[in-house]
C-alpha cells in the first residue's frame, strides 16, 4: 500500500473535524468476502456497505480487488475494532497511521470505533471489553478520541457496548458517560439497538428509558444484529452480542421505537458469523428500509437517494 502524507492539520482537543458526506438514510449491510461476487455480478439496491478496518490494512489482494469495485458503486462505512478507545493507555501509534491510510484509501461517509477497550500492554484481544465510568476513564476516552479525530481529521462515531457485568468502581451511568464524552468531544453516536437490548437484559433495566437517556442528537448510524441466549451462574438469562443470528422481534420493536425518538437513520445489519446468503441479509435490509421510511420526512422533488452510485 502506498504511504500516505500526514496533511492533517493540528485540532484542540475537542475542536471541530471536517464532516465527510453522509451515509444515505437506508439500511445497509456487512460486507463478506463470501458475498463479493454476487455483488458485482448483481448490485442490490442497498443503501451502504460496511467493513471491519482491521481486515483491510495490509498493502494489498484479493480483499481490497473487490472493495474498489464495490466502493464504485456504494457508499462505505468502515467501522474499527482495535484501537482500544477505552483503554487507560496510549493508543497503539501504528494501528492509527494504517487506520489512516485505510480512510485516506477509500474515503469513507462514516468511520466508527467502540467504547471498550480490546488491547494490554502489546497484547490484543479477541474481545470488545468493558471499562469502569469513572472520571478517569472519562478522561481517558475523551483524550484517545480527541487524538484520533485529530489524526483523521474527520468526527468519528462511538458505538454504545454490549456489557456482561458493571462495575462497582463507577460513579455514574453509562448513558451519562457517553452524553459526557459526546459533549467534550464533539464525536457522534453509533447507536447499537441490538447491544442496548442485551446489556439492559442482562443488567435488569429499562431499554426504552436507557435509549432516552442518550444524546440522541449525536446519532449518525444505528446497527441492528442478533443475540445468542445463554444462563448465567444463578440460571438468570444471559444474552450474547453474537452477531450470528437473525434478528429477534424484540431488536425490531426496540428499533421502531428508536427511529420514532431519532427520526430516520442510516442503519447496518450486522452478520459476522454463521454468514447466510446474500438474499437473507438483502431481505432484514429491506426490513429496516421500511421502517427507515416510515420515519423519513417525505421525499423532495430531487427524489430520494437511494444509496447505490451509479
Given at each position: 500500500?502506498?504511504?500516505?502524507?500526514?496533511?492533517?492539520?493540528?485540532?484542540?482537543?475537542?475542536?471541530?473535524h471536517a464532516a465527510p458526506a453522509s451515509l444515505p438514510c437506508a439500511a445497509g449491510i456487512g460486507l463478506k468476502p463470501e458475498h463479493f461476487r454476487q455483488i458485482l455480478a448483481q448490485p442490490p439496491a442497498l443503501g451502504f456497505f460496511e467493513i471491519h478496518a482491521e481486515n483491510y490494512m495490509v498493502a494489498g489482494g484479493p480483499y481490497h480487488h473487490y472493495l474498489e469495485k464495490i466502493r464504485a458503486l456504494y457508499p462505505l462505512s468502515i467501522h474499527g475494532v482495535g484501537l482500544s478507545i477505552g483503554g487507560p493507555q496510549a493508543l497503539d501509534e501504528e494501528h492509527l497511521s494504517r487506520l489512516a491510510k485505510l480512510l485516506q484509501r477509500y474515503q469513507p461517509e462514516s468511520?466508527?470505533?467502540?467504547?471498550a477497550w480490546s488491547s494490554h500492554a502489546g497484547t490484543f484481544f479477541n474481545d470488545l471489553l468493558p471499562l469502569p465510568y469513572t472520571?478517569?476513564?472519562?478522561?481517558?476516552?475523551?483524550?484517545?478520541?480527541?487524538?484520533?479525530?485529530?489524526?483523521?481529521?474527520?468526527?468519528?462515531?462511538?458505538?454504545?457496548?454490549a456489557t456482561y457485568l458493571q462495575f462497582c468502581a463507577s460513579t455514574m451511568s453509562e448513558t451519562q458517560f457517553i452524553r459526557e464524552v459526546v459533549r467534550r468531544t464533539g464525536c457522534g453516536l453509533l447507536l447499537d439497538v441490538n447491544n442496548v437490548h442485551v446489556s439492559c437484559t442482562n443488567h435488569g433495566t429499562d431499554a426504552r428509558q436507557y435509549l432516552s437517556e442518550l444524546p440522541l442528537q449525536a446519532v449518525g448510524e444505528i446497527h441492528l444484529a442478533g443475540f445468542a441466549e445463554e444462563l448465567d451462574s444463578q440460571g438468570a438469562p444471559l444474552l450474547i452480542d453474537s452477531h450470528g443470528a437473525p434478528i429477534a422481534a424484540c431488536v425490531w420493536e426496540?428499533?421502531?421505537?428508536?427511529?420514532?425518538?431519532?427520526?430516520a437513520k442510516p442503519s447496518l445489519i450486522e452478520r459476522d458469523n454463521n454468514?447466510?446468503?446474500?438474499?437473507?441479509?438483502?431481505?432484514?435490509?429491506?426490513?429496516?428500509?421500511?421502517?427507515?421510511?416510515?420515519?423519513?420526512?417525505?421525499?423532495?422533488?430531487a427524489g430520494v437517494n437511494q444509496g447505490v452510485r451509479r
Open positions: 500500500m502506498t504511504d500516505f502524507p500526514n496533511v492533517n492539520p493540528p485540532f484542540a482537543a475537542g475542536a471541530a468511520f466508527s470505533e467502540h467504547l472520571q478517569a476513564s472519562l478522561d481517558s476516552v475523551c483524550a484517545h478520541i480527541d487524538q484520533v479525530q485529530s489524526r483523521l481529521n474527520r468526527t468519528m462515531l462511538l458505538e454504545n457496548p426496540l428499533y421502531a421505537f428508536t427511529l420514532a425518538l431519532t427520526g454468514i447466510p446468503a446474500l438474499a437473507v441479509l438483502l431481505a432484514e435490509a429491506q426490513q429496516a428500509d421500511q421502517l427507515i421510511q416510515a420515519y423519513a420526512p417525505a421525499p423532495t422533488s
